[in-house]
Structures are given as structure tokens and as C-alpha cells.
């Protein structure tokens, strides 16, 4: 499975940006597709994720309703909406894909769980 990540860019604080990760090679509704980050000098940490088949999502605490995560099965594509970004956003954002054996199985934010990473996209946040 390979993933496409795009939309990272510079933002001032307080701007938005979206973020999408484009996965055609993935032809079943087994799977959860998940946001992580990894700022400098820092663990890479989970963001968001979205079940599949119902569009179910978990978040991560720092997110607070700032970043809706989001999916278009017609175009097997995941989004990430971002706004009021602040500094501490800046990092390299990942997508990824957890192959599941059920359709509903929970969501999780332990990222061994996600098997399929993509590249990452840049996102920087300027003060």
C-alpha cells in the first residue's frame, strides 16, 4: 500500500491548512487510516485517526476539535483539516493505514498498529 501525503506548507499562527493522504491502492473497508507528527527533537506522536467503513474518529488530546479528520471513500482519500494552528504544530505529519481483520475493530493510537506509513508532509507554523 503506498501513501500519498500532501497539503503541508508555511502558516502564520492562527491559519489553517489541509492536509491529504491519498491511498489507491486499498480495495477493501478493513482499515483505519491515522495522522501522526514528529516535530524536531522530538517522538513521533498520533494525531487523528478514522475508521474506514463508518467514518468513526479518535483524537488525540492537543487536537481539541482543531483538526477534523476526514474521508472520501470515492477517491480512497483521508483529510485533515487544520486550524488555529500555533508554533508547537510545526512537525513532519504522517499518514498511515492499519489493516484490520473486522470492519469495526476500535480504533487505536498506539502507532505499531498502523503497518502502511507514507513519506510525511512539512507543516511549519510561524509566530
Known amino acids: 500500500v503506498q501513501l500519498q501525503a500532501s497539503g503541508g506548507g508555511l502558516v502564520q499562527a492562527g491559519g489553517s491548512l489541509r492536509l491529504s493522504c491519498a491511498a489507491p491502492?486499498?480495495?477493501?473497508?478493513?482499515?483505519?487510516m491515522g495522522w501522526f507528527r514528529q516535530a524536531p527533537g522530538k517522538e513521533r506522536e498520533f494525531v487523528a485517526a478514522?475508521?474506514?467503513?463508518?467514518?468513526?474518529?479518535l483524537y488525540a488530546d492537543f487536537v481539541k476539535g482543531r483538526f477534523p479528520i476526514s474521508r472520501d471513500k470515492d477517491k480512497n482519500t483521508v483529510y485533515l483539516e487544520m486550524s488555529s494552528l500555533k508554533p508547537e504544530d510545526t512537525a513532519l505529519y504522517y499518514c498511515?493505514?492499519?489493516?484490520?481483520?473486522?470492519?469495526?475493530?476500535?480504533?487505536?493510537?498506539?502507532?505499531?498498529?498502523?503497518?502502511?506509513w507514507g513519506r510525511g508532509t512539512e507543516v511549519t507554523v510561524s509566530s
Open positions: 498511515a493505514v492499519r489493516s484490520t481483520l473486522s470492519f469495526r475493530l476500535t480504533l487505536t493510537k498506539e502507532e505499531n498498529s498502523y503497518k502502511y
Open positions: 491502492g486499498l480495495t477493501s473497508s478493513k482499515f483505519h
Open positions: 478514522t475508521r474506514w467503513i463508518d467514518g468513526q474518529s
